[in-house]
């Protein structure tokens, strides 16, 4: 299972974009990237999934350069309801190994 | 839009109590899965169900069953609270089982005292 290191913590005022990298250092050739969103006392909800290059949807894009050593989740013009902690997660996605949530980064919107 | 639904946002039980929670998906997934997440030691995964009837045992059984008589609820039963089963209690579904693509309910905080 590739190990993942993401920032503990980051700071964004509202309005601006927020780009959050996790480096994936000994990512597999069949793991995919997942990142999910989760607000204190709630569940984590799954924001968006790569394999490689770019992916976008209505909530945010995934940056994922040609090594696929690292990626990038950006946030376009956070508000203060961005506020919670962000979950990189890297793995097969049919494999056989349950979802290992790391630390994740609190991010942190500032009116 | 997806829905998993959880019985309780907060429940308070005491020692010994037996205590159940009840999960509800409305999306035809197969696959369900418990976790309790706890501060400093992320989501761990306790039961996991992927058909009616079928259960396995995850991370951290102990202490805990489930039962899953219908495709869209799964339960997760406490047999004896004990203290430190204090916890958020998070379900979820999934199309295929272990896919990274999960859906979770807003979760329910058990307090035991």
């Known amino acids: 299972l590739a190990k993942t290191t993401q920032p503990i913590s980051m700071d964004s005022y509202e309005g601006q974009e927020v780009n959050i990298t996790c480096s994936h250092n000994n990512i597999a050739t069949n793991d995919y990237i997942t990142w999910y969103q989760q607000f204190p006392s709630q569940g984590p909800r799954f924001i968006i999934q790569?394999?490689?290059t770019k992916v976008t949807n209505e909530v945010a894009s995934l940056f994922i350069p040609a090594d696929r050593k690292s990626s990038t989740l950006s946030l376009p013009r956070v508000s203060l309801s961005d506020t919670a902690v962000y979950y990189c997660l890297v793995g097969e996605n049919s494999g056989n190994t349950p979802l290992v949530f790391g630390k994740g980064t609190r991010l942190s919107v500032i009116a | 839009d997806v829905k998993v639904t959880q019985s309780s946002r907060y429940l308070v039980k005491r020692t010994g109590e037996k205590v159940f929670l009840e999960c509800v998906q409305d999306m035809d997934h197969e696959n369900m899965f418990w976790y309790r997440q706890d501060p400093g030691l992320g989501l761990r995964l306790i039961y996991f169900?992927?058909?009616?009837?079928?259960?396995e045992k995850g991370d951290i059984p102990e202490g805990y069953s489930v039962s899953r008589e219908k495709k869209e609820r799964f339960s997760l039963i406490l047999e004896s609270a004990s203290t430190n089963q204090t916890s958020m209690y998070l379900c979820?579904?999934?199309?295929?089982?272990?896919?990274?693509?999960?859906?979770f309910g807003p979760g329910t905080r058990l307090t035991v005292t």
């Open positions: 790569g394999y490689k």
């Open positions: 169900s992927y058909d009616v009837k079928m259960k």
């Open positions: 979820a579904s999934s199309f295929v089982l272990w896919t990274y693509e999960q859906y």
